[in-house]
C-alpha cells in the first residue's frame, strides 16, 4: 500500500508518519503543499506539526495549500484520509470532517501518553483494533479540545462517527483522563462516508516497542486492506 | 484605510482563557466581574479608496478565512 | 541622520575601557567610526571575546579520539559516534533576555542554540533545558517561571524538537536574575561538517531570514552587565520576538542547501548579529568581507548601519556561496518561501569592510577584532563566607524526630519535587525517536537514517546509506548550593553526578557541554567561584574522560539583591551501545532485589554528607556546612562497574543518591514510572538499613554522600551481583526487596512506613500546587 | 458595563503571526493589503454603574495584567 504524507510548511510529524509506515512494511512518500496531485498514493496522512507556525488558527492556512485541493478530490473518489494531531485540525478547518479544536482547557500544551477507548469498530480506521483493547498512544497538542455543536454531535453520535475517547486505565471516560476537555471525551472522529478520519493523538509515534508502544499499529494497520 | 475586525468564541464555545482571566481578576481583588470573553484583533492596512470593494473583500476573508465560524463570530469595521 | 560624535562618555556607554579604546586605536590606526565603535563594543563584550574567562577555558581538557571539531573552533563542538555518524551539542544561556521578557526570552534562546546546530550542517534531534528560579512563594517568581516554560515549549514544539531533560533548582538567590540554559543536539555524519568560514575570494556572500529590525540592540553587550533597572528598561525597547515557524523553514532550506555542496561557508547571525558573523567567518578563513547594507532586508524604516549591525533579530543566517552557483540558493530559499538578499562579497583584503548609502561605514581587520581583543586575568579572592561554612558542624544539629514527615516534604520541595508540570509542555516524543522520556536519570533518544540531513549530492552513492540504529543518553546537572559553598568540590560534583545519570541509564559519556553562570568578574570573591569551579569540572572531566567540546559563559548574574548562587551547569552526552542497556530508574517488579552500590554513608565527612543538602535546608533553614566529598576515581571505579554490571545483564533498574539523599533516592524509585497520563506505576519496597551503624539518622537517609547507586535484580542474581560488585572494587550491599503498596525502611532507630500514593502525591503535584496558589 | 479591551504588538516588535497571516491572504489573491497586525480582544462584562471606578480598575489591570506592556500596547473603552 502507498501512502502520501503531506509536507506543509512546519509540519514536524511527517518523517515520523513516512517512518511508521516503513515499519509496518509499507511505502510512503511526502507530498509537498505546492503540489496539485498526491501521485499514486492509496492513501492519506496528513501528519503533525504546526503547520504555518499555527498562526491565526491551528490549520488554518495550510487548509487553503494547492494540496489541500488534491486531498478534497481524493476523499470525494472514497480515498481514505487520516488526520494526525495539526492533520485533524486541518481537516476540521477544511470542512472534510465536522466540528473544530479549540485550546485545550488547562490552556497548557500537553504531551503524555494517554489510554484511548475505540468507540466503534465499524470504520477503515479501526476495523483491526481487537475488541475491549485499550490503546496507549502520546498526545502531544496544545488546542485538542474537540467541540461541535449539539446537533452536530448529536449525528455524530446517531451515525456512529465517533472512533476513538480519552478513558481511564480502566476503560472508564472520564473527565480527568481526557488531557484537553474535549466535549464527551473526543480523540478521533470520522465523516460520514466513513473515509476520512481525524484524531489528536500520534498512532505514528507508537509502532515501535523502542519507542514505548506499538498500539499506533492498530489504526494504521486497519487502513491497509 | 484599515480593516478592524474582531473575532470572539461564540457564547455556546468553552471559553477557558475567558475563564482564567476572570478568575486571576477576581483574585487581584477585582470585583463585580461578571463574564470575561477572550477574543482575537486583527488590524488590515489596505491600499486603495474603494472602500465598498474593500468591505466586500474582507467580509469574505473573513466569513472565509480569518475566522472559523463553527466556534467564532466576527465584526468588521472599515476606517 | 548624523552620528552621534565620539565622546570618552560614548566610549563608556559602549561597556569599552579607555585602554580598549586605545587598542582600537592603535588596529585601525585612527578614530572609529560610530558604526565601528559599536562593532567592537559588541565583538569585545564578554559574551562574544570571552575576555574574562578566556584564559580559565584554556585549561578544560578538550579532546579524545572522538573529538571531530574541538571546543571553541565552531559554533558547537562535533563527537564521533561511529559508523561515519557524528553529533554535535551545545549549550547557550539566555539568563538576561528572559529576566526582561520571560516567554520570549526563553523562546528566542532556544532558537538560537538550535541555530548553532544546524550552522554545523547537522540535523537538531533534541533539546535539553537547564532552568533556576527563586523561590515560588513570590508571585513574580511564578510569572518568570512559568513564562519561561511556556516560552520553550512554545519554540521547541513548534520547531519540532523534542524536549527531553533538564533540570530546575529554585534558590533565594536566582530571584531577579533565573537562569535559563538551553542545549540542543544535532547528528550528522563526517562529511556533512560544514564550516563558518567565508572561504574563496569572490565567492558571493547572502544574508537569508527575515528581515533585520530594531531588535535586541547590542543584546550582547547587554548579557555582558549587571542586571539592573536601567538596564533592563533599555533592553525592554528592544525585545526579540522568536518566530519558530520561519526557524524551522530556515533549518530546513540550509540542510537542502548544504547537500549541493554550494555552500563555501555558513553562520547564523546569532549574538551581535550581522557584526558577529560577518567578522568571524573573514577571521576563521584569513580573508576578508564586503557587504552592502542597503541590500540587507530590512523591517523599520530608516535604520542606521549602527543599528543594522548590531540588530540581533532573530532566525537569519549568513551564507557564502560558490561563484557561480547562486541560482542554487535562489531556488531553494524559494522554494521554502524564505527572504534572501545577496549582500556582499569575500575579499582577499583581510578587511570586514561595511558600507551604506555609498559610505563605507567600517573597515576593520577581520583577523584583529579576535586576536587582539583584550584578555584579563582578573583578581580572584577567597571568599569570606566560606569561613563560617567550613566552621559549621552538626553539634547543635538534633537529628531527626521525624523522618515522615522529612520525606514528604523534601518530595514536594520544589526542586526535588517531579518537574511533570514543566516536560508536559514539552513535546517530549516528536520525531519518533524519544526512547526513555523525561523523568529518569537521563533521557535516551534513538538516532535513525531520519535524524541525518540529507546527504550531499553524489556522496551518497559513495558511503552507503546508515540504516540502522544508535542511542544516546543525555542529562544535565548542577547543584548550585554545592558550587557556593565549596566551587571547587561543587564543580566536580556537577560533572561527576551527570556522569553517574548517564551510567545509570547504561550509558558511556562521549563530551561535555558547560554554561558558566556567575556574578561580575570584576569581584575577586566571584572570580574565585569561577577559577575555582572550572579547575573542578576540567579534573572531573579529565578524570572520567567525558572531553569538553564547546560551552558558553554568561557572567554578570546578579540583581539589585546580590550575585546567584555560582552554577556552572554541565550537560553530559553519552552513548548507549545496545537497547538491552538501556536502563530506567523505578523499580519494575515485586520480588526483585534492592541493592546499594557504593559506601552508605561518608564517615569520613564530618558532616556525614549533610553539607549543603536539601535536608539541612528544607528541614533546618540552612545553606552551609561543606558539601559532601567527592573523589574522582571513587566515582569512576563506580560508574565503570555499573556499566559492566548492566552490559553483563540482569540490571533491571539503577538510580543514583543526589538531593534528599537514599530516601529519596528509594522513594522516586518506587514512584517515578508513568504508565499514560494519571496512571502512575507505584510499587513499594521494604528496606532494611538496621545493619548500617555509627551514622546519623538523618545522614543516612537524607545526606547526600556521593558515589551512591541504588540498583534492583532479580532475587536470583543479586547474590552474583553483590559478588560481581566486589570484584569491580565497589562496596555493596543488599538494602531489601521491592513490594507491597509501601515503602518502609527499618533502622536501628526504628521503623518508618510511607504509602507510596501518598509519596507519590506530595512529589508529582507540588510544582503544579505551588503554580496555582489560587485553586490550592 | 462593558470594558473592550484591544490589545496589539507593539509596532517595534516583530509580528510573525501579522506576517504569516498577510502572506496567506495574498497567496488567496487579496490585494492591496499593506500590513496586518494579530492581537487579542477581551470583553469584561462588569457589574455596577460607576464608569469612573470601572475605568481606573480596568487602565490598572490592562496594564499589570491583561497586556505585556514589553511588548504590547492596549486600548481601553469602557461601554
Ligand atoms: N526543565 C526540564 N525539562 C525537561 N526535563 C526535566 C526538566 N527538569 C527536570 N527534568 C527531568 O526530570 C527528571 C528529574 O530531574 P532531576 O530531579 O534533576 O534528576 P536528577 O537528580 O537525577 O538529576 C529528569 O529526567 C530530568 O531530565
Ligand atoms: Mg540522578
Known amino acids: 500500500m502507498h501512502f502520501a504524507i503531506l509536507q506543509f510548511p512546519a509540519s514536524n510529524c511527517d518523517q515520523d508518519a513516512v517512518h511508521a509506515i516503513r515499519v509496518l512494511g509499507h511505502s510512503a512518500e511526502l507530498v509537498w503543499h505546492k503540489d496539485t496531485s498526491l501521485g499514486a498514493a492509496e492513501a492519506v496522512i496528513v501528519p503533525g506539526g504546526f503547520s504555518y507556525g499555527d498562526y491565526l488558527r491551528t490549520g488554518a492556512i495550510a487548509r487553503f495549500s494547492p494540496v489541500m485541493q488534491a486531498v478534497r478530490r481524493f476523499a470525494a473518489e472514497g480515498g481514505l484520509v487520516l488526520g494526525i494531531c495539526n492533520g485533524f485540525q486541518i481537516l476540521c478547518e477544511a470542512g472534510l470532517l465536522p466540528g473544530a479544536l479549540i485550546r485545550n482547557r488547562s490552556l497548557q500544551f500537553r504531551c503524555e501518553h494517554v489510554h484511548l477507548k475505540t468507540a466503534t469498530r465499524d470504520s477503515p480506521f479501526t476495523r483491526r483494533i481487537p475488541p475491549d483493547t485499550l490503546l496507549r498512544i502520546p498526545v502531544a497538542h496544545g488546542e485538542g479540545c474537540y467541540y461541535a455543536d449539539a446537533p452536530t454531535l448529536a449525528r455524530l453520535r446517531a451515525q456512529d462517527q465517533i472512533l476513538w475517547q480519552y478513558c481511564t486505565a480502566d476503560g472508564v471516560l472520564e473527565d480527568y483522563a481526557s488531557p484537553n476537555g474535549s466535549v464527551e471525551g473526543i480523540a478521533g472522529i470520522c465523516n460520514e462516508r466513513r473515509n476520512v478520519a481525524g484524531l489528536m493523538p500520534h498512532p505514528e509515534r507508537a509502532c515501535e516497542p523502542l519507542v514505548g508502544s506499538t498500539d499506533g499499529r492498530w489504526i494504521l494497520e486497519s487502513m491497509i486492506p | 484605510m484599515k480593516a478592524k475586525i474582531i473575532i470572539t468564541p461564540k457564547k455556546a464555545v468553552l471559553d477557558p482563557q475567558g475563564k482564567t482571566v476572570q478568575q486571576a481578576l477576581e483574585h487581584m481583588g477585582y470585583r463585580d466581574i461578571q463574564a470575561v470573553h477572550v477574543g482575537k484583533y486583527l488590524e488590515i492596512e489596505l491600499a486603495g479608496s474603494d472602500r465598498e470593494a474593500a ?20 465584526q468588521l469595521v472599515i476606517e | 541622520m548624523t552620528d552621534p560624535a565620539l565622546t570618552p562618555e560614548l566610549v563608556r556607554q559602549h561597556n569599552l575601557t579607555p585602554e580598549e579604546y586605545e587598542a582600537i586605536l592603535k588596529i585601525l590606526g585612527r578614530e572609529p567610526t560610530y558604526t565601528e565603535l559599536g562593532i567592537f563594543s559588541v565583538m569585545w563584550s564578554e559574551h ?9 577555558l584554556k585549561t578544560f581538557p578538550t579532546r579524545s579520539r572522538r573529538v571531530l571539531v574541538g571546543a571553541g573552533e565552531e559554533n558547537a563542538g562535533i563527537v564521533d559516534i561511529g559508523d561515519g555518524l557524528a553529533i554535535a551539542f551545545k549549550m547557550e544561556s539566555h539568563n538576561h533576555p528572559s529576566a526582561v521578557e520571560p516567554f520570549q526570552g526563553a523562546a528566542t534562546g532556544v532558537g538560537g542554540i538550535v541555530r548553532d546546530i544546524f550552522t554545523m550542517g547537522a540535523r537538531p ?151 558577529c558573523s560577518t567578522c568571524e567567518t573573514a577571521a576563521r578563513a584569513g580573508t576578508g568581507i564586503e557587504i552592502e547594507l542597503d541590500r540587507v532586508p530590512q523591517r523599520a524604516p530608516h535604520m542606521s548601519s549602527y543599528e543594522i549591525m548590531l540588530s540581533e533579530s532573530q532566525e537569519r543566517m549568513l ?31 583581510g578587511l570586514m569592510v561595511v558600507t551604506h548609502h ?13 586576536s587582539e581583543s583584550p584578555v584579563y586575568h582578573r583578581e580572584a579572592r577567597q571568599p569570606d563566607y566560606l569561613q563560617a561554612v567550613r566552621a559549621f558542624t552538626l553539634a547543635g544539629l538534633p537529628d531527626t524526630a521525624d523522618p515522615v514527615a522529612a520525606l514528604n516534604t523534601l518530595l514536594a520541595w520544589p526542586t526535588i519535587a517531579s518537574k511533570n508540570w514543566v516536560y508536559r509542555q514539552y513535546d517530549h516524543m516528536v520525531r519518533n525517536n524519544t526512547v526513555v522520556c523525561p523523568g529518569s536519570d537521563a533521557a535516551v533518544i534513538r538516532i535513525k537514517a531520519d535524524s541525518i540531513p540529507p546527504a550531499p549530492e553524489g556522496r551518497a552513492a559513495q558511503s552507503p546509506a546508515f540504516t540502522g540504529e544508535k542511542l544516546i543518553a543525555l542529562t544535565s546537572e548542577c547543584n548550585g548550593a554545592y558550587v557556593y559553598l565549596d566551587p571547587y568540590e561543587g564543580g566536580k560534583i556537577a560533572v561527576t553526578e551527570a556522569a553517574r545519570n548517564l551510567a545509570c541509564a547504561g550509558a558511556t559519556p562521549l563530551g561535555v557541554t558547560d554554561n558558566l553562570n556567575f556574578g561580575n568578574p570584576h569581584n575577586p570573591e566571584l572570580f574565585w567561584q ?60 515485586a520480588g526483585d532485589a534492592i541493592l546499594l552500590l557504593g559506601q552508605p554513608v561518608d564517615m569520613a565527612d564530618p558532616l556525614q554528607g549533610l553539607g549543603g543538602s536539601a535536608y539541612l535546608q528544607v528541614v533546618h533553614g540552612r545553606k552551609t556546612g561543606l558539601p559532601p566529598r567527592c573523589d574522582l576515581d571513587t566515582g569512576r571505579v563506580l560508574h565503570e562497574a555499573l556499566r559492566s554490571l548492566i552490559f553483563g545483564g540482569g540490571i533491571k533498574s539503577a538510580h543514583d543518591c543526589s538531593e534528599g539523599g537514599l530516601a529519596v533516592c528509594l522513594a522516586e524509585s518506587c514512584i517515578s514510572q508513568t504508565l499514560a497520563r494519571n496512571t502512575p506505576r507505584r510499587i513499594g519496597a521494604h528496606i532494611d538499613l538496621s545493619g548500617i551503624a555509627g551514622a546519623r539518622l538523618d545522614a543516612l537517609l537524607f545526606g547526600e554522600t556521593q558515589h551512591r547507586i541504588v540498583i534492583t535484580t532479580s532475587r536470583l542474581t543479586a547474590a552474583r551481583t553483590l559478588a560481581q560488585a566486589a570484584i569491580l572494587g565497589v562496596p555493596a550491599i543488599s538494602l531489601g526487596t521491592v513490594g507491597g503498596d509501601a515503602l518502609v525502611i527499618q533502622t536501628a532507630a526504628g521503623q518508618w512506613s510511607w504509602p507510596v500514593a501518598g509519596l507519590h502525591d506530595s512529589w508529582w503535584h507540588s510544582l503544579a500546587r505551588l503554580m496555582q496558589p489560587a485553586n490550592a
Open chain 3, 125 to 275: 534531534v533534541c533539546a535539553l533545558d537547564s532552568l533556576r528560579f527563586g523561590e515560588l512563594s513570590n508571585p513574580e517568581v511564578r510569572r518568570l517561571f512559568g513564562g519561561v516554560v511556556a516560552g520553550i515549549a512554545h519554540y521547541g514544539n513548534c520547531f519540532g524538537i523534542p524536549t527531553l531533560a533538564g533540570e530546575v533548582y529554585f534558590d533565594k538567590s536566582y530571584e531577579g536574575n533565573p537562569l535559563v540554559n538551553v542545549f540542543c543536539l544535532g547528528v550528522l555524519r563526517h562529511d556533512q561538517i560544514a564550516r563558518g568560514a567565508a572561504r574563496g575570494v569572490g565567492n558571493p556572500v547572502f544574508y537569508v531570514g527575515p528581515a533585520t529590525g530594531r531588535d535586541g540592540l547590542a543584546g550582547a553587550a547587554f548579557a555582558s552587565q549587571d542586571l539592573t533597572e536601567e538596564s533592563a528598561d533599555q533592553q525592554r525597547g528592544a525585545v526579540q520576538v522568536g518566530d519558530p515557524f520561519m526557524e524551522k523553514l530556515v533549518c530546513e532550506a540550509c540542510l537542502e542547501l548544504l547537500a549541493t555542496g554550494a555552500v563555501a561557508g555558513i553562520q547564523d547571525m546569532g549574538a551581535a548579529g550581522l557584526t
Open chain 3, 358 to 370: 555609498g559610505r563605507t561605514v567600517a573597515s576593520i581587520p577581520a583577523k584583529l577584532i579576535a
Open chain 3, 48 to 56: 562574544c571575546s570571552y575576555k574574562n574567562t578566556r584564559p580559565l
Open chain 2, 55 to 74: 468591505r466586500k473583500a474582507m467580509e469574505e476573508a473573513s466569513h472565509k478565512f480569518l475566522s472559523n465560524p463553527v466556534i467564532e463570530d466576527y
Open chain 3, 530 to 589: 569561577l577559577q575555582e569551579s572550572v579547575r573542578g569540572i576540567g579534573d572531573a572531566c579529565r578524570a572520567l574522560g567525558a572531553p569538553i567540546t564547546g560551552g558558553n559563559c554568561s557572567l554578570y548574574n546578579q540583581s539589585p539583591n546580590g550575585p546567584i548562587d555560582p552554577t556552572p551547569t554541565v550537560a553530559m552526552v553519552g552513548l548507549i551501545e545496545k537497547p538491552e542497556h538501556i536502563t530506567t530508574q523505578w523499580f519494575k517488579e
Open chain 3, 319 to 349: 551564507i557564502i556561496v560558490q561563484q557561480g552557483r547562486e541560482a542554487e540558493v535562489k531556488r531553494i530559499f524559494d522554494k521554502w518561501d524564505l527572504p534572501w538578499s545577496e549582500v556582499g562579497r569575500v575579499t582577499d583584503t
